[in-house]
């Protein structure tokens, strides 16, 4: 069994580095993150987006600290440190990066100071968004993995992994808003920030599994209109703000997953997809 990866680089880089170090004072807000998780990602985007007054404090959840732990006891980035009673002098913990977003979205709820809500007011349009965030989560995310960790000795063959995550995408993109550019149109969404990490994670795959696969301008064939929006919303979106301040440079990413593509990391997401389980 390889070791779970208490070697990672320990700080952000980049733009990510400037973020963090304007959000690094005292704060009853704290963000426990790791520069290289996408999960964390989504979190440091809606609160970009919402421009919400927090700290971030980078650590290595591969560490278990006995006193992240008690925080969180499943011992995953990101967590939340929430700031509850008089003065803001306590603090409560909260994890599941979709659970923190939400909550992010539903407290500092003032469009004045925090912009336009990330899920609508319409309660039908809202569950139709829960639906392709659950898809993103529930299947292009594990499909993601399950193509990066490919190997030689796994009962399905790269192409099929490749497919899997191509079909998964396919069926959420025909879900968006036609004109776009984003999941919902003009208006950038939670939908858009669940799955804005793993976009910028998919130079991995021409890095490291011979490429992604998905069709270039005009070799879509018959699917060219469905690649057409894809690139539209993936254009807009990886030039988004907040996206784009929440990341650190490619070649920390390209170490950092590593031991993915080599299928040799034992984190919880990894071994939960070499075991066929659900994500933690
Ligand atoms: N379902 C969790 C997943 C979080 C997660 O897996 N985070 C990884 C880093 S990307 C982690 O903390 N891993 C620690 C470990 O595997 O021990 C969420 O959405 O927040």
């Not at 407290?107 to 392709?132: M, S, T």
């Not at 989560?137 to 193509?147: H, N, Q």
């Not at 170490?255 to 080599?262: F, M």
């Amino acid at each position: 069994m390889g070791s779970v990866d208490t070697s990672l680089h320990p700080h952000t880089s980049g733009r990510a580095a400037e973020y963090a170090k304007a959000h690094s004072s005292t704060n009853p807000l704290i963000l426990y993150g790791g520069w290289f998780c996408p999960f964390v990602q989504r979190t440091w985007i809606t609160l970009h987006e919402k421009n919400i007054p927090h700290q971030y404090v980078e650590i290595n959840p591969y560490q278990k600290d006995p006193e992240f732990l008690k925080l969180n006891p499943r011992g995953l980035v990101p967590t939340l440190a929430v700031p509850v009673g008089r003065a803001n002098k306590q603090q409560k913990p909260l994890y599941e990066s979709a659970v923190i977003c939400e909550y992010l979205d539903e407290v500092y709820n003032d469009p004045a100071k925090h912009g336009p809500p990330l899920l609508p007011a319409d309660a039908y349009e809202r569950a139709r968004c829960r639906i392709w965030i659950d898809h993103i989560s529930g299947r292009i995310v594990p499909a993601f993995y399950r193509f990066l960790q490919h190997s030689d000795s796994k009962p399905y063959s790269l192409d099929e992994a490749r497919a899997e995550l191509l079909h998964h995408i396919k069926t959420f993109i025909q879900e968006a808003d036609p004109d776009g550019p984003f999941f919902l149109g003009e208006q950038f969404s939670m939908v858009d920030i669940m799955l804005a990490p793993w976009l910028c994670r998919l130079f991995l795959f021409d890095v490291y599994k011979g490429g992604l696969g998905i069709p270039g301008e005009g070799k879509g064939g018959e699917d060219e209109q469905v690649w057409q929006r894809w690139r539209k919303w993936a254009k807009a979106t990886e030039a988004r703000q907040s996206v784009l301040d929440t990341l650190s440079e490619r070649r920390q990413y390209i170490d950092a997953y590593r031991r993915y593509a080599e299928d040799t990391t034992q984190s919880e997401v990894a071994r939960a997809t070499r075991a066929g389980r659900r994500l933690p």
